[in-house]
């Protein structure tokens, strides 16, 4: 029998054992592909899901007739058997001149509304594509910024995103990234607390950063996470420098970690997340699917595009 558990104020969270693990590419790491071509791609080796990252290679999400577009995309989605993360975490995509700006932490109150402005988009789309969570980050503290402030202006941006995740049903996923206001899972859990636990604030594990900068192990990280993980991200890492690295390079045990992983009962994607590498995604695509299966627990998986395995969020009847 399944059973329920409860970790320092954590919601419900089904820890059955044995959950078998669903795997996506990111395509943030195939950006040299139109987006219809990295879908192919990855149905075509087998891929279960995607991290759609909106960009202006993939679901500009300021082009005009967002709507239309992301319905033609909903459907390639239905016909591919493919279930969806949307994330947010485009470079260039605010401003073509600052990397991941402007950000929820900058002083310019009209900079923040612009960030919020993507976030709410986002949100939009995921309701649209059936995603299974929606991805964002909180941003560098900006100079001249204490961090009381920073954490105060985190807190206020996401409210309205919240707000509208939750009238979407679709959590949000926020990750901790190495140089960030929030880095780690305990920044998590602080901004989880100062907004009061609200019901679609969920959390987006990266194993790479646990490697880099957890004080745990990452498999210890996935256990401690279960609660309220809403998406995950993977890759190759070394322990203090923050680059991602493709699986084998870096000094990850991933046996264990993904053996956690399915144990917590975790039904999203699991996104392989290598931007860096979009020169040869194609080749890093075909070969990290292998590599995770290779290390993820045996536990009976149904064939690719079964009914039994349609993607959580799917629109498919």
Same mark, same amino acid.
């Given at each position: 029998m399944n059973r329920a558990v409860r970790v320092d104020g954590a919601r419900d969270v089904d820890r059955s054992a044995g959950t078998p693990l669903r795997f996506g590419y990111g395509t943030n790491g195939l #950006?040299?592909?139109?987006?219809?071509?990295?879908l192919a791609l990855l149905a075509d080796l087998g891929y279960d899901g995607l991290g759609l990252t909106l960009d202006h290679m993939h679901l500009d999400p300021f082009?005009?007739?967002?709507? =239309?577009?992301?319905r033609r995309v909903a459907h390639r989605l239905d016909e591919?058997?493919?279930?969806? *993360?949307?994330? @947010?975490? #485009?470079?260039?995509?605010?401003?073509?001149?600052?990397? /991941?700006?402007?950000? !929820?932490? %900058?002083? %310019?109150? %009209?900079?923040?509304?612009?960030r919020v402005d993507l976030l709410l988009r986002a949100v939009r789309v995921a309701a649209d594509l059936g995603a299974h969570a929606v991805h964002c980050f909180s941003g560098i503290v900006p100079a001249g910024t204490d961090e009381d402030t920073a954490w105060k202006r985190l807190a206020e941006t996401l409210t309205p995103v919240l707000d509208a995740a939750a009238t979407a049903g679709v959590p949000l996923a926020v990750e901790p990234?190495?140089?960030?206001?929030?880095? @780690?899972l305990a920044d998590f859990h602080h901004l989880r607390r *100062?907004?009061?636990?609200?019901?679609?604030?969920?959390? *987006?594990?990266?194993?790479?950063?646990c490697q880099c900068l957890e004080p745990l192990p990452p498999a210890d990280c996935v256990r401690d996470a279960a609660p309220w993980l809403r998406h995950v991200q993977i890759e190759d890492m070394r322990r203090g420098v923050h680059e991602h690295l493709p699986f084998g390079d870096g000094e990850i045990d991933f046996p264990?970690?993904? #053996?956690?992983?399915?144990? *917590?009962?975790?039904?999203? !994607?699991?996104?392989?997340? !290598?931007?860096?590498?979009? /020169? #040869?995604?194609? /080749?890093f695509a075909a070969h990290s699917l292998p590599f995770l299966r290779d290390a =993820?627990?045996?536990?009976?998986?149904?064939? /690719?595009?079964?009914?039994?395995? @349609?993607?959580?969020?799917?629109r498919t009847p």
């Open positions: #950006a040299d592909l139109r987006l219809d071509d990295a082009a005009p007739d967002l709507a =239309a577009r992301t591919l058997g493919l279930g969806v *993360t949307v994330e @947010t975490g #485009a470079r260039y995509v605010l401003d073509p001149r600052r990397k /991941h700006g402007p950000s !929820l932490l %900058d002083p %310019d109150p %009209d900079d923040r509304a612009r990234e190495p140089g960030h206001l929030l880095a @780690t *100062t907004l009061g636990d609200p019901e679609p604030l969920g959390l *987006t594990l990266d194993i790479g950063h264990p970690v993904l #053996a956690a992983l399915a144990a *917590t009962g975790y039904q999203g !994607l699991t996104v392989v997340e !290598l931007p860096r590498h979009s /020169h #040869a995604g194609p /080749h =993820a627990p045996s536990v009976p998986v149904p064939p /690719h595009g079964d009914p039994s395995a @349609t993607p959580e969020g799917s």
